[in-house]
């Protein structure tokens, strides 16, 4: 009877993190493991290795914020390690890689564009932490990224590799054109210039076959011609960047006129009431 009375004591669970919460950070890890992989293959001359290297851990970053937000894996310790793996992969990686294969002909001088680069992508980073806990943004504005993200510049900075594997010449290989890359580039990154974002973009329905017939037509390009569809797709880009800034000033002089209108409806009317 006194054990049929006795308490039962609760069993301790174990307390751990899930496999499904540590997917993102996985992924993260594996990015950083992708972009810094491309230094050793521009130290041995394996430049197409160097520049798919950094592909791949750009793929791999734009997959880690989304599978953490469908798997509600999202944490400040992930935020703090996808911002040091975008730095290593897409700040210092591009320009070590373009310093071997391109500046390193200038000397010392050459390795300035690519420190400067550096530089530019860690406040870039840092900024963007700081943005975080800044007021929320007007609902248009989350289809705009301020400036250059990371992984794009990372794309801008090594497209004349891109172009050398495309075209066999040496003029993109000149120190005269890659450094003013990466200096432009550099200055996109921390620029307030407003650019697509495709994070919160959402397709109509009347574009969705288009648009999944499109990643086909892309996900084919890239297996049969990489280099060329990869080149294709930053001088979209490029061709992109005043258009975004068009758009973000359309819909904030469209936001600007709405609320005045609102606050000229809301304003007190002067005239005396009619009897």
Known sequence: MHALFRRRTPRQRFKGLSINRMIPNMLTLFALCAGMTAI???IQGRWQAAVAAICIAAVLDGLDGRIARLLKGSSRFGAELDSLSDFLCFGAAPGIVV??????????IGWLPALLYAMCAALRLARFNVALDEPILPPWAFNFFSGVPSPAGAGLAVLPLIFSFVVETDLFRSAWLTAPV???????MISRIPTYSLKKFKVPQLWILPVMLAIGLFAAGIVTQPWETLALIGIAYIVALPFGVMSYRRLERMAADLQSAAATSDAP???????
């Open 269 to 275: 009317s002067d005239a005396p009431p009619t009897p």
């Open 99 to 108: 310093y071997l294969w391109s500046l390193q002909s200038l000397g010392a």
């Open 182 to 188: 990466l200096i432009v580039v550099a200055g996109l």
């Open 40 to 42: 050793p293959f521009a």
